[in-house]
DNA sequence: GTCCATGTTCTTTA
DNA sequence: CTAAAGAACATGGA
């Protein structure tokens, strides 16, 4: 479900109803969604303060108020909210924090196919040693020498977390359609104004999104249980057979990596 | 029953 | 050795 505009958006709408809130309980439905599993999370979250909630790739890091942190990877199904304790409890929710606050409110974590989870860090500062920069900040020579160490096709170089952190399938598809340059192209093989074209694509489609609070493909909702609107504006990702929004030539899809992947074969040809 | 899915990681193949 | 392809994880919707 969530891709940097999706998980940021889930990050805004949080902070506020958890920033500066008191954790008074703690409930851990199953133990094989934490990191590591041997962690007391009761013992650990009790009592603490969420001090801040912030976004890193596609991970939501809460800071507490004692400088231990841990975050919260949503998977492709998981959910976060904040919502009354006597609200019925959703089906494989995981997690449930009890915060101090009128009205007596939650925070739950769902997530029925289990491929995000729980990834306590404490005192450690290595939370995002094994991920690339943050799309939005990328700068173009940065870009070109992440690029130019591969040959693999521009697209798997795209959702490859450790070159840029944040893009999925979804984005991904789109800033390449932005750039113009076609998914199977080898990344090595990409001129240098392509590769300038591409930073700035990947940035416009993120802000695109960011403004459109995410898509709701299937069941992505924000932290206030809101859908996003970007998918009405996607311009080759679900959109196989349909006319592309510049030319009108049929999108196409491919597998590509195990992957669905769109493109307009006319506005990027190889 | 089949196929597909916004993600990541491990294994197998070339 | 490396890179790419494929499978696996687990669930639900079309």
New binding site residues.
């Given amino acids: 479900?969530?891709?940097l505009p999706?998980v940021q958006t889930v990050v805004d709408t949080l902070r506020p109803r958890v920033v500066g809130r008191r954790i008074t309980k703690v409930h851990l439905g199953r133990h094989d969604i934490l990191t590591p599993s041997d962690v007391d999370l009761e013992q650990v979250l009790t009592g603490r303060t969420i001090r801040d909630v912030s976004r890193r790739?596609?991970?939501i890091l809460f800071l507490l108020d004692n400088a231990e942190r841990f975050y919260i990877?949503?998977?492709?199904?998981g959910h976060l909210s904040v919502e009354s304790r006597s609200a019925a409890l959703a089906?494989?929710t995981h997690l449930q924090l009890h915060l101090e606050a009128r009205g007596a409110p939650e925070l739950r974590f769902v997530d029925?196919?289990?491929?995000g989870g729980i990834w306590w860090l404490g005192n450690s500062d290595d939370e995002d040693d094994?991920l690339g920069p943050e799309p939005l900040r990328l700068r173009p020579a940065q870009l070109r020498r992440l690029l130019s160490?591969?040959?693999?096709?521009i697209k798997?170089a795209l959702?490859d977390?450790t070159v840029v952190a944040g893009?999925?399938?979804?984005y991904a598809d789109e800033s390449l359609f932005a750039a113009g340059i076609h998914p199977l192209t080898?990344?090595n093989l990409l001129k240098q104004d392509q590769v300038s074209r591409l930073s700035r694509a990947i940035k416009t489609t993120l802000r695109r999104a960011l403004r459109h609070r995410?898509?709701?493909?299937?069941?992505?909702r924000d932290a206030n249980g809101d859908t996003g609107n970007f998918q009405k504006l996607h311009r080759v990702?679900g959109r196989e057979g349909e006319p592309c929004r510049k030319c009108r030539s049929p999108v196409q899809?491919i597998?590509?990596?195990?992957?669905?992947t769109h493109f307009c074969p006319s506005c990027q040809s190889r």
Avoid: A, C, W
């Fill in positions: 479900m969530p891709e999706e790739g596609k991970r990877h949503l998977g492709m199904t089906p494989h029925p196919r289990r491929f094994d160490k591969t040959k693999r096709p798997s959702l977390q893009l999925g399938n979804i080898p990344t995410g898509s709701t493909l299937r069941n992505y990702y899809k597998v590509l990596g195990g992957r669905s």
